[in-house]
């Protein structure tokens, strides 16, 4: 599984740099040199004087991987929420699904298809959805109905049933918010989109540390 990682710029009363938590994604950890942890290495070698937070979903890395498959996304939130709501340094301080597999393009594999099918009918089955993160995420563009009434997390936090006020007022709070898109991603497969992102050629999350400094470090860390 690729390093997936979502960084949450937090503004503070403190001098210096803006503060940074990073969140990997499936797959990964907290802290493997050879993914996160050499990134937030990277990160404090960029940003002199910079505190970087790599949560940690668990009590050692190997429930933290463990939990990124098997622990519902709204227990991980929370898990996390009361992680960085204790963290002194961290005062004051959407995502619309996936429906393909990664690396599997449906209009060249018939068999991507195939599967498909089967993870339409079998995602939205209620054990599943509490017992795998992935599923939490499978959005059947064909079937919205199945999709909002089954999802146990994402159409909750896309307002997509009944809208909580709390999420708009919480997003609306936001200074900065910045996404990249990679032009040769392989991982996503749906390529427009109603937002506005930044671009950089390449595949899923490989990006040069010039561009990154450049167009993430510059204008929004510093």
Not at 44 to 67: A, C, F, M, Q, W
Request: hydrophobic share 40%; glycine share 6%; net charge negative.
């Amino acid at each position: 599984m690729k390093l997936c990682v979502f960084l949450f710029f937090i503004q503070t009363i403190l001098a210096g740099p803006t503060p940074i938590v990073l969140w990997h994604g499936m797959g990964d950890t907290c802290c493997a040199s050879f993914s996160l942890g050499s990134f937030k290495l990277f990160l404090e070698k960029t940003i002199p004087g910079v505190y970087v937070h790599s949560l940690r979903i668990g009590n050692s890395t190997v429930e933290d991987l463990e939990n990124g498959y098997f622990m519902s996304p709204n227990k991980q939130i929370d898990y996390a929420c009361n992680m960085l709501a204790r963290d002194p340094l961290l005062k004051k301080g959407q995502h619309q699904g996936v429906y393909g597999l990664p690396h599997c393009g449906a209009l060249q594999h018939r068999s991507c298809n195939y599967i498909r099918k089967l993870l339409n009918h079998a995602a939205y089955i209620k054990w599943v959805q509490e017992s795998l993160v992935q599923a939490t995420y499978w959005h059947d563009p064909l079937d919205e109905a199945t999709y909002q009434t089954n999802s146990e997390f994402l159409s909750d936090v896309n307002n997509e049933l009944a809208i909580n006020q709390t999420y708009v007022d919480n997003l609306s709070t936001l200074h900065s918010l910045v996404l990249v898109k990679f032009n040769s991603d392989t991982m996503k497969m749906d390529k427009a989109g109603k937002l506005i992102f930044l671009s950089t050629d390449g595949d899923h999350l490989r990006m040069s540390d010039v561009w990154f400094i450049d167009n993430i470090v510059k204008p929004y860390l510093n």
